[in-house]
């Protein structure tokens, strides 16, 4: 069966600091990949979206930047953190196929001071 | 992105059947419905999803109108696991899950 594994699960990062988060997945190959932000009392926003090794498609402008440098491992970087970066950051996977669901992961929950 | 249109909040007794509503007027032919839930400080689950059939699996049933433009998820028998933030979903075949506010769903015991 598939798992998904995100880690760390809690963050307290200052202001301006650097960020990696990473997102593996086991049980499949070639996954579509993805990376969504909820702020505190929000929906879930897509940031990032990756559908093979090196390719990566942006959402939304943003302090953000992700990469894929192995088939199941997605990571989520900042060089600088902003207040605004605070949130619950949530890896997600599907096969690809049209229509296809998506499977979360546990998060990763982001306080900025 | 096609829209979905859901209450804001539903209560239902625990042992008691819930149907959770959702309109999406603007559906396209080659929209999947979606449907995720969301428990607190979890990440979404997948719940169901289908195109033009009623669908059901181990978790749920998912009925959808004839015309595609309403939908209705069924729990069969809510427990007080099931209170979350239930998200309908039109899904194209993009990569993109476009996520609204849901309905919170409270189970009473």
């Known amino acids: 069966s598939q798992t998904i594994h995100q880690w760390p699960a809690t963050l ?7 960020l990696s988060l990473e997102c593996t997945v086991e049980g499949t190959s070639n996954p579509n990949l993805y990376w969504y932000r909820q702020a505190a009392g ?7 979206y ?3 090794i090196g390719q990566i498609s942006s959402e939304v402008p943003q302090n953000l930047s992700a990469s894929r440098p192995q088939d199941r491992q997605f990571i989520l970087s900042s060089k600088k953190l902003l207040l605004s970066d605070s949130g619950f950051y949530l890896c997600a996977w599907s ?13 990763t929950r982001l306080t900025v001071t | 992105d096609a829209k979905t ?4 909040s539903m209560e239902s007794n625990e042992e008691e059947p819930v149907h959770l509503p959702c309109n999406h007027s603007t559906i396209s032919g080659t929209d999947y419905i979606h449907w995720y839930r969301q428990l607190p400080s979890q990440g979404p689950e997948y719940v169901i999803h289908g195109l033009t059939s009623n669908v059901n699996n181990r978790m749920a049933s998912l009925a959808i109108a004839e015309d595609r433009k309403s939908s209705t998820l069924i729990l069969h028998r809510a427990t007080l696991r099931d209170a979350a933030v239930y998200y309908c979903i039109l899904r194209d075949g993009g990569n993109k899950l476009v996520f609204g506010a849901g309905t919170i769903l409270r189970v009473k015991s």
């Open chain 1, 12 to 18: 307290v990062q200052p202001v301006g600091s650097p």
């Open chain 2, 5 to 8: 249109t859901q209450p804001n």
């Open chain 1, 50 to 52: 990756s559908v093979g």
């Open chain 1, 42 to 48: 929000r929906g879930l926003q897509l940031l990032f």
């Open chain 1, 95 to 107: 096969n690809g196929l049209a229509g296809s669901e998506q499977y979360f992961g546990p998060g």
